[in-house]
């Protein structure tokens, strides 16, 4: 399946351009991802409590997701899911799961603060209208599940390269 992925990437008609595009974004919203989880790290008063808290959308759900009993899970996967998340999509390793896994991660932040009409966009960067940072972040993911960059440049070409000479060995 490597092979034929690396083959379709050669002879998709790409240009080195395009695919060093699509390799470098890659690079740039694992970057994001993995940055985001180490600042949590690092930061031993971050809990997603209060963002869950002032969720203006599905606030049921957001509000169980920030109580007591549930909110150490949450933070601790939402951790680990921006680690592994940006981890795999700066090494290029197993891009097509890090690319859902991203997906569904910005579904969430999203929907707690959805920039909707008639909705409050409480502390925001800018002022938004249904499209924001987290909803092109997550286009740009479903892009980088539709091409395999690996096959360009990433660890999981390198590890193919070493099992086909294994087995041509």
Do not use: C
């Amino acid at each position: 399946m490597f092979t034929q992925n690396l083959h379709t990437m050669k002879s998709s008609g790409f240009t080195t351009g395009q695919n060093t595009s699509l390799v470098l974004l890659r690079i740039l919203i694992g970057w994001h991802f993995f940055y985001e989880g180490i600042l949590k790290i690092y930061n031993p008063a971050w809990t997603a409590k209060g963002y869950l808290l002032s969720a203006t959308f599905l606030k049921p759900f957001f509000t169980w997701l920030a109580s007591d009993s549930v909110i150490h899970i949450v933070d601790t996967l939402n951790i680990v899911g921006l680690l592994a998340i940006g981890v795999a999509l700066l090494l290029g390793l197993k891009i097509r799961w890090a690319a859902i896994g991203g997906i569904l991660l910005l579904a969430f932040y999203y929907l707690a603060h959805p920039p909707f009409p008639g909705f409050e966009q409480g502390l925001t960067e800018g002022s938004y209208w249904i499209v924001n940072k987290n909803l092109i972040e997550m286009a740009a993911l479903v892009v980088l599940y539709q091409f395999p960059t690996y096959a360009a440049f990433g660890l999981e070409r390198m590890l193919s390269r070493n099992r086909q000479n294994t087995i041509a060995g």
